[in-house]
């Protein structure tokens, strides 16, 4: 009986081979996008879960609101690992790591820069789970000048990982033992380094002061503990700890602190969580963002309706030519639920077809997708084991459900009104099929103004006035490793032909650079008068240099020896203080970590706010301080220089001062796109997905222009004969699907408008409000693309010979 279904099925199917393949493609189609974005979405969720003990591991973020200004942190101070291991028993390990910018390796004669290292508490292996190669990871640490490195790191210097032992040179002085050798650290990491460098190598680590937060730290919880429970009693731990402190350089208890409305906070978060819901400052990487695993989430529902509607529409609409068929097999004995069984059997034969193609597509366009997505997605093992049986529960599910319609229904027609023809309904008759064309083409108008939306948002941030000039600059990194010669390499790379300016310091607007600090508004620390600003170091070339502009007072000058003790801040700083004219006022800044000494800066100059930070936040008070920042060279070209020459000229500058290391840099312009890179690739994203829906949208149009061409056919054939046009054939074939998009217009303009509002635009400080025009150019662009979809239809039906349409059956 079965095998007879089947054969049924497929000789039912291959009749109406049209029909077949637009069912078979748009499944094929929105399963496989679906499949594509289920990979990324189960990427993005996976990070960090290769550790054991995922479940386990927390962060502790330090929260900060002081002097107007309220910050949160993914770093804490120095001093709390040892405190928290000592004072909660419920913390089975606890380690840091701290981020120091990266080290010159020596490889022959040639120094290769590096910028995957990290300092480390040997306890971060017990933490996370890193498996060694060679030698032991969390003994080896233990030492000052000891490292771990990565498998990639050791065949990339020694091409072998059997090194430990064996010396490595750092910035050409430094000599550092390899003491193990770790399998590199997953991608799936929301840090990933390939140098782990003994935390007792830096004499940081060992500061006490509880007001100085550099550190990562990283906490292991003992089985069964509540790491809620353990938050609420941080309050508590951090006033005993840092209240002397405190008293000592506020002169305040916490809670007369408190009471000023100022706060310290330490919060943790689960280890897998941090990827994804975590945007603080100091982070040990670019991570996720919860909200585009939702969005994708929501186009891959979208995309796998959109398919199903159009199988469920055409299945409907094709139904009613089947009725006498039905009618047939009815007089001649067949029961109803055989009826039922034949018409599922083929839509879960479609939808298999549907779904086998859509496997090969999905694997075919990895490749594509991973470059778009920046992304290294692979169909593994792990991924089939849920993969198989998921799409077999997909196949069954949209099966029934697309033949549910016409096989309930149609199966209980009876057969002396089926064989009468009184159940063949034309286009107008379905409204089941009205509602899905509205629906899935609502979808389709979301997605498209969401698209939109998006690249309206990503073309402001690229021509939005900044405040500073990022074009025709590009920045010299490390220059820190030309020591006391850094001076005088700039100096000579400023006389170079084409050279406008140059600037040396690694502050720049492009780069997320960040370091805030308190100052005082008087020589006593006090509450009152504190204010946390943005601190940079930058010398009298950056303003110039960088495009700034300099509202009041004056730049800062070699000529003017007090210029050492002046500083500029922006018009931000300026409300934050609370002077109506800062200049020649006075800040005090603290010169030790427990602000025990002042020193006073007079401010000459005030600079209009310029976006130093991602457009995302508002523009935070900054004061520059005047000095020296090694960590690059930003030059400024002329308009009219050749760059590639430019760049000649200043590589063989760079070849005479440093022979033996390699000259890294980049272009500011290059630089400030990749701040918005994961929106760039939103964007990309959504416009491939946003054309897939339109196109799986269009498959299902198509195939119902073509049947309410083909239920008017007689009536068409007749006007023609009466004299009517081709175009007012065509208008009238069109004009009930126009109506439709123009409802689904309607429907999803609002529901757009609310979710990128509430969704997108809100993630920036700075932002394009959503204008009129982005819905009348989704909706005009639905219906041109919905009108020359039902054109080919309705033209080929206006041209055949009325005398074919007229003809008896």
Known sequence: MIKNYIKTAFRSLTKNKGFTAINVLGLALGLAT???????????????????????????????????????????????????????????????????????????????????????????????????INGNPVAGLKEPHSIVITERAAKKYFNSTNVVGQMMTFNDTALYKITAVIYNVPKQSHFNYDFFISMSTLDQSRDDSWFSSNFNTYLLLRPGADYKNLQSKFDQFFKTHAGPQLQSILHLTFDKFEQGGNFFRLTLIPLTKIHLQSNMVGELGMNGNMQYVYMFSAIAIFILLIACVNFMNLSTARSANRAREVGVRKVLGSPRKYLIFQFLAESIMVTLAGAVIAVIAAWLLLPLFNNMADKDLVITRQILVWLIPTLLLIIVFIGVLAGSYPAFFLSGFQPIQVLKGKLSAGFKGGNLRSFLVVFQFAISIFLIIGTLVIYNQLKYIQNKDLGFNRNHAFTIWDVYTLGNKASSFKEEIKQLPGVQNATLTGALPTTNYGNSSTVFKGPVADQKNGVLLTEWYADEDYVPTLGLKIIAGRNFSHQMATDTDAVLINEAAVKMLGYADPLNHVIYDPQDEKAMKLKPYHIIGVMKDFNYQSLRNNVAPMVLFSGHDLGGLTIRSSNTADITALLSRVKAKWAQFSPNQTLNYSFMDQDFDKMYRSEQRVGGIAIAFTSLAIIIACLGLFGLAAYAAEQRTKEIGIRKVLGASMSTIVGMLSRDFIKLVLISIVIASPFAWYFMNRWFLQGFAYRQNIQWWVFALAGVAAILIAFVTISFQSIKAALTNPVKSLRSE
Request: proline letters at 5%; one cysteine or more.
């Open 34 to 132: 679906c499949l594509l974005i289920v990979f990324y979405v189960f990427d993005e969720l996976s990070y960090d879960r290769y550790n054991v003990n995922a479940d386990r591991i927390f962060r502790v973020n330090e929260a900060i609101k002081f002097g107007g200004a309220d910050n949160k942190y993914a770093v804490s101070p120095a001093p709390m690992a040892a405190a928290m291991k000592s004072d909660f028993p419920e913390i089975d390990e606890i380690a840091r790591l701290r981020d120091r910018g990266g080290f010159q390796v020596k490889k022959g004669t040639q120094n290769i820069q590096e910028n995957t290292m990290i300092y480390a508490d040997p306890a971060i292996f017990k933490i996370f789970t890193l498996p060694a």
